[in-house]
């Protein structure tokens, strides 16, 4: 189907040629994958999807909002999300314990239960360690991993299991933030251990990733839903090897650009918004490599809900996963 729609036109034809795109950078065995997240997609029930990107298409990492994240955590630890009833005021549901999400419902209760699931996690870690996010995102899949059934899937077990770091460059801005922020607070007043949090270790660890595999030979990849810090975060990584060429005398046999890139998002081009910018406009600063030069890039503007899933089941036919 998505190879004929790649043949129509508007939105249809981009959501064809997006699966070409996917397709390629699956294929492509010299080829370092990464997939960035933003918008509400576990709470939309996107979760399944992430995990066939790590297991059935070979991501090397993942690089999302901290919510999001959060929303598929409180997924695989039981809890469950609801349909909006018609008729109920958002007021209503506040006193209810209701988060509304668009059209669904987390629960508070979901909320408490998934601080409380980090908090058993993290209190049985070294209190004088100093954390990133992905090494946060790697003990709580290891936990999933050996508590959920075999059979079950969510995120973060199958990033642990293929050992595909999760990043979350603003974590603070999350329930899990807020539960960190908390337990730093009990800290300060005397009821609880310390705990120390540095945001470079993740950029250090993604830096030290891509570099290796632009030093392999290895083409870059990004498959982008929506927009926000995760987005530009994993594409300003040619910047600033760029930067530390020019400002540090540092010699690298290749720009790390992007050769193949993939993004559906409803963000509009005209304000000039970050999350709206084209891959045309990234080839300006070095993140994205033209199509004069051998990219291949595709954008869909569509609500990730409808493409992505179709998107990916015609690649894992075509892959025969």
């Avoid at 992430?50 to 059935?56: L, T, V």
């Avoid at 603003?170 to 607070?185: M, Q, V």
């Avoid at 990004?222 to 927009?227: E, N, W």
């Avoid at 540090?248 to 290749?254: H, I, S, T, V």
Wanted: negative net charge.
């Amino acid at each position: 189907m998505l190879q004929a729609m790649s043949q129509t036109s508007f939105q249809g034809r981009k959501t064809g040629e997006a699966a070409d795109v996917l397709e390629a950078m699956v294929k492509d065995d010299n080829c370092f994958k990464v997939l960035t997240l933003a918008g509400a997609m576990t709470v939309a029930q996107m979760g399944l999807v992430i995990c066939d990107f790590i297991d059935c298409f070979g991501f090397d990492c993942l690089v999302s909002t901290g919510a999001l994240m959060l929303h598929g955590l409180n997924q695989s630890i039981g809890g469950r999300h609801y349909k909006v009833p018609h008729g109920v005021s958002d007021r209503i549901l506040y006193h209810s314990g209701f988060n509304r999400v668009y059209d669904t419902l987390e629960l508070e209760e979901n909320m408490d239960q998934g601080e409380e699931f980090l908090q058993k996690v993290l209190n049985n870690t070294d209190p004088e360690k100093i954390w990133s996010s992905f090494e946060i995102c790697t003990i709580l899949g290891e936990h999933l991993a050996s508590t959920m059934p075999a059979d079950s899937r969510s995120p973060f077990k199958s990033a642990f299991q293929r050992d595909v770091p999760i990043f979350i460059p603003a974590l603070s801005d999350s329930e899990i933030g807020l539960d960190i922020g908390l337990r730093r607070h009990e800290h300060r007043l005397g009821q609880g251990p310390p705990f120390s949090y540095n945001p470079f270790l993740d950029w250090e660890k993604y830096v030290e990733m891509v570099e290796s595999a632009v030093e392999q030979g290895k083409k870059l990849a990004i498959f982008t839903i929506g927009g926000g810090v995760p987005r530009n975060w994993a594409q300003q990584v040619g910047p600033y090897l760029d930067i530390r060429g020019a400002r540090l005398g540092e010699e690298y046999g290749a720009f790390a650009r992007f050769h193949y890139a993939v993004r559906i998002s409803t963000a509009l081009v005209q304000d000039g918004g970050l999350s709206g910018c084209t891959y045309e406009e990234g080839v300006s600063w070095g993140k994205i490599v033209p199509p004069e030069e051998g990219g291949m890039t595709a954008e869909v503007f569509c609500d990730a809900t409808i493409a992505w899933p179709l998107i990916t089941k015609a690649v894992m036919e075509r892959i025969g996963a």
